[in-house]
Nanobody, 124 residues
Framework: QVQLLESGGGLVQAGGSLRLSCAAS????????MGWFRQAPGKERECVAS????????AYADFVKGRFTISRDNAKNTVRLQMSGLKPEDTAVYHC?????????????????WGQGTQVTVSS
């Protein structure tokens, strides 16, 4: 069993930055590829960024490439998402996800655990 707890969301002006963190419980953190998904009102949940089990590779959705960076610290059971150049269309609830998969980007069907999410709001 893995529990995921996100933090770091908030309100920011367009062009600003935020850093999201996800703390994972349990001893099997390195078993999972980790990712960040987001869901805006009326839209489907979409994968923003994924990182492999040991952090050697990462994948990004085209709409965040060059602006967002995902990282993980397996010693501390944490995964982070550094977001810069934020746009109003980045407004959404951001969820941390743990997937039982060796491949990235993570597909929703492989996600075993979800965090409850943290709200990110970007004002214009």
């Amino acid at each position: 069993q893995v529990q995921l707890l996100e933090s770091g969301g908030g309100l920011v002006q367009a062009g600003g930055s935020l850093r999201l963190s996800c703390a994972a419980s349990g001893r099997t953190f390195t078993t999972y590829a980790m990712g960040w998904f987001r869901q805006a009102p009326g839209k489907e949940r979409e994968c923003v960024a994924s990182i492999s089990r040991i952090g050697s590779s990462a994948a990004y959705a085209d709409f965040v490439k060059g602006r967002f960076t995902i990282s993980r610290d397996n010693a501390k059971n944490t995964v982070r998402l550094q977001m810069s150049g934020l746009k109003p269309e980045d407004t959404a609830v951001y969820h941390c996800a743990a997937a039982d998969s060796s491949r990235i980007p993570i597909e929703t069907s492989y996600v075993h655990y979800w965090g409850q999410g943290t709200q990110v709001t970007v004002s214009s």
